[in-house]
């Protein structure tokens, strides 16, 4: 008897797709196939109609039930593949697959011990707190010859799953091309889950050059149509972000400056709720607006009217600052003569002893855009649009090192948002308990982009990256902004064929 797998798992790919991955891996005459995890067949189905023999499909399934497809490769059933995996000897040129979508914690224990014996490539692990795709993934990868593909059916997750960030990067830095496509559509039918169809070629490939490619697609039949093409169509895909990692584009930071915010030395005596200046009778004059917090970044713009909630909403968004002139008023005066006990300064803090006069926190003289080191949605710009705003120490503070419109801005922010930074980003981010995802400045600042020039729209569809960030919504932050990326770019190549045509 084979041990139970949940039904939930068993989601069969659509014909169509099957045959489309199998097309853009593309066969050899010696080639050999592997299908982990065979289902009903679909992918060997699509084998046979390209005419690969049975002997070179090596097709396992745990389920018992034959299918007529079985007949087409040499089928073991009944079989766990991960147990199968440990003993064989048999190696593969192209690995081809939908493998369950499960978590580690919903299989039984015989299944999970299994797969975490199964051999892996040194840059996977699989953990306990993963999924059984993820599994599948890593100890297929340890089948694969040199030189070998895999064309994956996966979920969403493959793009921002914590248990799955040492295998991303490693098949990012292992195979010579990757294509992840994702479709806005489901892919399957019985399924409403998003999924990705991840295509990699080359594995270990010596000295390789480094091709990445993300394509979104609207409709299953655009990415099927894209598949078959070997390469991203310009009518349906809605995203065709190419780069040769590391080699096209700017350097972020040669297009911004990021430093950190104000330092208090005594945060609970400088920084202020509205509530409690108005208790100090402090005037306006002796405080300076300041974002004290990542939560307080609540949109892709902080202007006055956005401000003005965190001010009505009770949080510290005063910093308290008296001028030369203003620190004669008689309620200055008090505050800054309070004893410690009293509510009065630390004065003995480092930061507040080091400093002449000891109220005059350093603060920086632009601050264009905040960003927080700390967040479960990476970095992202909150651009600045409120005269005198700044913030604290708790948030990174940003400057363009141009001159640029709003739009521009909302143009460049956007474009960190896309999936071709994230990839430049996920392999230096640091992961802290609970989630937390820090970043040091130099990680953004060492990403190279390609900012469109063409920004129409940029201002609205970032307002809708950063709701779905703020929301947590990361995949379609991700996939907005990708979007919007493909269009912009596009329409720009666009001009310049254009151009082009009429200036021969
Ligand atoms: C999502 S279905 C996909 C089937 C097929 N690959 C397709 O694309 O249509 C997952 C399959 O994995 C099989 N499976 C689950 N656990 C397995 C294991 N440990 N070893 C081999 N097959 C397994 C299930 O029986 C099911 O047929």
Redesign the pocket.
Known sequence: MSPA?PLA?????PSAL?SAIVRALGDAPTAQWL??????G??VEALALRGVSRSRIRA????RMQQPADRSACTLRG????AWARRTDERFDRIV????FVAFDALTPF?RRSASRAPVPSFARITAGGN?WHAFLCVSLALLKPGGSIGF?LPAAWEYADYGRELRSGVRRHFSSLEVHRCQQPLFDSAKDGSVVVIARGYAAAAAPKHVMHGVHRTRESLIHALNQQRPTNTDVRLISCAARGVEGRRVGDLLRIGIGAVTGDATYFLLTEERRNELQLPRTSVRPVLTKAKQLTASIMNKATWEKLLEGGQRIWLFRPSELNKEHPAVKKYLRLSRQNGGCDRSAFKVRMRAPWYRAHIPCRCDAFLSGMSQSGPWLCLNQMKGLIATNTLYIVSFREQMSLRERCALALTLQTSSVSDQLVDRRRVYPQGLIKFEPRDLLDVRVDVPERVVGARATYAQVTRRLIDRDIAGARELADRWYALAMASHAHRDRVKSCRHP
Request: glycine share 6%; hydrophobic share 40%.
């Open positions: 797998v798992c068993k989601v069969y790919t099957a299908e982990p995890s065979v289902g009903r679909a992918f396992i399934d745990i389920d079989r766990d593949f991960f697959g939908n493998p369950p299944l059984y059916v």
